[in-house]
């Protein structure tokens, strides 16, 4: 990376945990962990995984000071009350040092049982209050098993520059992990490790509607002058998510700048930020707005109406829909002729169209969109093969548009990229009314065509 | 374990990539590696993520071969077409031999991009018909990087004793990588390891609507006179899936015997195998029964529809349903009085019985379930707090029946067990229905009652 040790620490993983060994649980934890050390400027060098066995442990844990010496080692799992959970005797044994009870450790143990009703701490229970000497331990807000800290064996002093490494230990439960690293383990490493590089300035832009290779494509230019503006891209079903990240001193204004540059770019496919989703962009630009929505949903079969609903508080703009899967159902509740799905069938625009209006007068509704398309994997044909999408949109007194796509992948994949065409859609349309022109949403029409 | 290394072969597990280590990207593939080669009986002793520097590489393939020596090491990721794409480099190097450009590895590729419309190979991808001397090339079906075999560097014959380990090199890409496992990888395993421990005997089995507590307790009596045979809870908001599993040379007989005393036991929450899921057997009873299904849906805004309609084929069954999130489309579409919705509010058994009989009559079904509820995080009152639901049942001609659940966890996880428990209550009604009692489907409607 160009930089030194001290500027970006080397970090190790270990998760500890036979279930991991035998893909009966799914280690979290590393992914987790490797993200949070990397935004704290760690150069997290690996991950090992062992089972619970002592010797397996300790083994690792050399390999571990090696590969983190000066750094930092978190070590996850193992640190439960049953006899099978040996990280705190490998650890002890691989530092020689004792084991120790620790009173105040098993005050917090005893208090905890006490309220859930035990008059005496379960024996088995005692083991989670052994402390290896010279320990830190770190509150667990979530559960009975502190973490622990030992410092650096080369300097015994806790700062991270001894020969071997910092190590922490946490518990496997994910949810008792991260509220320990969040609660000590973050404050800890800004003290034993003070000179490190500020964490990248980092911004998450979501879009949808436009593939990973156009939209670098689009952005290159922006960003030329801009060197420094590293932008990773990361595509799914819902679309594209793009990462921009800076390093350095000015990296939270060179971030701004690029953000800015690439702003008209990203303008009509850019729903939202990290978190965000595009059912809760759709809902916002209504709401803005003023409208209220319903759907007609064919192929899709209520996930667009799920998605939406999803959001809380999106009662305020969605006023339900019609699950028209069987034909008979397109014409009693939404009004769609017979006539219409005998001549076109019900994979075409005039009964795409026919299905929007319907729900939008029949239902009320200042907007309405729908879907209706051969979701596979049987039912494709020669002129509508699998993928095949078709969407109405309806606006109170004016004209139905139309509109296909044709979308890759499974079945499920083609379902959840014909919703997200139509929550993009209804969001573009609800933005270009101009009542929803929000702050820093542009909106450039021309370029909202579908690819 | 108490067995040889030849009848468990170790395994070590070598995933590699720069974005496992910074969290850009979770690492699916050891997870299903390990499972997949625990089920082949191999003892899968370490997972070890790096990154993509050769170095790196070639410091963890020292480790993997004395880790897995006289079994199989199996890395994945670097092998695409890119220059910081290392795997082939470290492996040929860590072993001595010579990178070798494959004649037929070649034309496979060539052919691949003639398909897309290339005239020639972009020179880059030449890079991916490099292959180490010696190395066995195992085709992938689903992209451009085969697999590799190198044979365990002790012995050179390709057998599993020699002092290293067998080496299998496998894309990234998750599908690939699988493809590649079960069309090859698996078949080379029974030949350069034959005399491995026959697999333990595994049967899974999916409930839903009772607890894991409930349901240890109700095995328990059932398996006692049975040792031997071990049983994993898998919780889930979906429900509990249990996987019962026999080691030994008498494995598939003793796990018949387990299964067969335990059906009764299961018959009320067991609704079908691994990868069934509970719309499907929903649908698949509602298909025996000869019934065709509607769905009348406030709180889950369409979540139900969208399972039911995930699986392919729903259409002979499903008819389509009506997403009632507003209060005046109950009324409207599904004809619910406005005097019931005034009398006893939306979330109450009479107006989830009326959407559920409106359901049925207006959308001509032979079965309509309904769900109304408070899936939060706002709108909870003392006596409607968040988590109740309603659940309502129409057959033609049958009194309507309503049910009431409180579902813990979030609006999502509210949402999901909602649809869970409105699947479960079709299927048993279904099956009930007589018609529907299908092989090996006790039905024991006394236990069916909600918990």
């Not at 973050?186 to 990248?200: K, Q, S, V």
């Not at 700048?257 to 850019?270: F, Q, Y």
């Not at 969605?318 to 034909?327: L, M, S, T």
């Not at 004016?398 to 209804?426: D, K, N, S």
Request: proline fraction near 7%; hydrophobic fraction near 40%.
């Amino acid at each position: 990376m160009g930089t030194s040790t001290r500027l970006r620490p080397p970090a190790v993983l270990l998760t500890i945990g036979d279930e991991l060994l035998t893909g009966e649980r799914v280690d979290t934890n590393a992914g987790w962990l490797a993200e949070a050390l990397t935004d704290l400027s760690f150069d997290v060098r690996e991950i090992l995984s062992v089972g619970d066995e002592e010797e397996e442990i300790r083994n690792a844990l050399v390999r571990a000071e090696i590969r983190a010496a000066g750094g930092v080692a978190i070590l996850t799992g193992g640190l439960g009350p049953t006899l099978d959970d040996r990280t705190r005797e490998a650890v002890a044994r691989h530092r020689d040092v004792e084991l120790q009870e620790d009173p105040a450790v098993l005050e917090v143990l005893a208090a905890r049982f006490r309220d859930r009703g035990y008059a005496d701490l379960p024996p088995l229970n005692r083991r989670i209050a052994r402390v290896p000497r010279g320990a830190r331990v770190l509150p667990n807000p979530e559960g009975s098993a502190p973490g622990l800290e030992l410092p650096g064996s080369g300097s015994g002093s806790g700062s991270g520059s001894g020969s071997g490494a910092v190590l922490f230990l946490l518990p496997g439960v994910p949810a008792e992990m991260r509220a320990i690293f969040r609660g000590s383990v973050r404050e800890r490493l800004d003290i034993l490790f003070p000179e490190r590089l500020a964490p990248p300035a980092v911004e998450i832009v979501r879009t949808s509607g436009i593939p990973e290779s156009e939209l670098a494509g689009e952005l290159e230019a922006c960003l030329e002058p801009l060197p420094g503006v590293k932008v990773q891209y990361r595509p799914s079903v819902e679309g594209v998510e793009l990462r921009f990240s800076v390093e350095g001193t000015a990296a939270p204004a060179r971030l701004a700048e690029a953000l800015a540059a690439a702003k008209d770019a990203l303008s009509p496919w850019r729903f939202g930020g990290r978190g965000t989703s595009a059912a809760e962009a759709a809902l916002e630009a209504c709401r803005q707005a003023g409208w209220r929505l319903a759907v007609a949903e064919s192929c899709t079969g209520g996930m667009l109406g799920a998605r939406l609903t999803a959001v809380p508080g999106s009662s305020d703009v969605v006023v339900g829909g019609v699950i028209a899967y069987d034909n008979r159902l397109k014409t009693d509740l939404l009004g769609v002729p017979g006539s219409l799905l005998e001549a076109h069938g019900a994979v075409s625009e005039p009964v795409a169209c026919s299905m929007a209006a319907g729900a939008c007068s029949r239902l009320g509704a200042d907007i309405a969109v729908s879907i209706t398309g051969v979701a596979g994997p049987g039912g494709g044909s020669e002129t509508r093969p699998v993928g095949t999408v078709w969407f109405g949109l309806c606006r109170p007194g004016a004209p139905v548009r139309g509109r296909t796509e044709r979308f890759p992948g499974t079945r499920e994949e083609i379902r959840r990229r014909a919703v997200q065409f139509a929550l993009r859609w209804v969001r573009m349309e609800a933005l270009e009314a101009g009542a929803g022109t929000g702050p820093g949403d542009h909106v450039d029409s021309g370029s909202d065509s579908p690819r």
